[in-house]
């Protein structure tokens, strides 16, 4: 049974910084490909960055990048991300998603769709 929980949402005001975290289990972090996607409220899900097995390749989409960083702990098989210089924006209920298929790169790679996902984690940024 894979299980992705996240944690680290909260309340920040703009120009704060939260880290997320999605603990797996059943999954085996450093062997598949993993992405962070947001929805925020009344808007569609959107892909946020995403990460190939072994933790190579990042990708973010245009309005994260320079900000946020993902990561992950193979160790600890957990999955991050680091996000920094927050806007009222990046408010979402934040996702972790997990597939070991990595089928697509760049911005394909947050389009495509993924087996596994957590239930979320709230961050509220406030101007």
């Known amino acids: 049974q894979v299980q992705l929980v996240e944690s680290g949402g909260g309340s920040v005001q703009a120009g704060g910084s939260l880290r997320l975290s999605c603990a797996a289990s059943?999954?085996?972090?450093?062997?598949?490909?993993m992405a962070w996607f947001r929805q925020p409220p009344g808007k569609e899900r959107e892909g946020v960055a995403s990460?190939?097995?072994?933790?190579?390749?990042?990708y973010y989409t245009t309005s994260v990048k320079y900000r946020f960083t993902i990561s992950q702990d193979n160790a600890k098989n957990t999955l991050y991300l680091q996000m920094d210089s927050l806007k009222p924006e990046d408010t979402a209920m934040y996702y972790c998603?997990?597939?070991?298929?990595?089928?697509?790169?760049?911005?394909?790679?947050?389009?495509?769709?993924?087996?596994?996902w957590g239930q979320g984690t709230q961050v509220t940024v406030s101007s």
């Open positions: 998603a997990a597939d070991y298929i990595c089928d697509g790169y760049g911005m394909g790679s947050l389009t495509r769709s993924y087996q596994y």
């Open positions: 059943g999954y085996s972090i450093g062997s598949g490909c």
């Open positions: 990460i190939t097995s072994g933790g190579r390749m990042p």
